[in-house]
């Protein structure tokens, strides 16, 4: 089984940076995918990145590409998603997850609690 808590959100300038982190219990963990899903009050959850497991090949969205960069250590059982030059239509709930290598949170069976994000001055 994993367990996922991430950490590292808050409050952010527009134009800042941020790291976020996801850390898991699991012995099994680099087996997964990991990917970052994000939702906003009202709006649906969206895919942001994900990363695969021992390959760790990276796929980020294009609404954040060029912008955020997802990571993993497996040795620390440890997926990061480092926010650069964020926008106010950043903030959100960001959430991890473990599962298939995807897009879609349905091919996610592992999720954490969520870590609020806001871009405000």
């Known amino acids: 089984q994993v367990q996922l808590v991430e950490s590292g959100g808050g409050l952010v300038p527009p134009g800042g940076s941020l790291t976020v982190s996801c850390a898991a219990s699991g012995r099994t963990f680099s087996s997964y995918a990991v990917g970052w899903f994000r939702q906003a009050p009202g709006k649906e959850r969206e895919f942001v990145a994900v990363?695969?497991?021992?390959?760790?090949?990276?796929h980020v969205a294009d609404s954040v590409k060029g912008r955020f960069t997802v990571s993993r250590d497996n040795a620390k059982n440890t997926v990061y998603l480092q926010m650069n030059s964020v926008k106010p239509e950043d903030t959100a709930v960001y959430y991890c997850?473990?599962?298939?290598?995807?897009?879609?949170?349905?091919?996610?069976?592992?999720w954490g609690q969520g870590t609020q994000v806001t871009v405000s001055s």
């Open positions: 997850a473990a599962g298939s290598y995807g897009v879609s949170p349905l091919t996610y069976r592992h």
């Open positions: 990363v695969s497991g021992s390959t760790r090949i990276t």
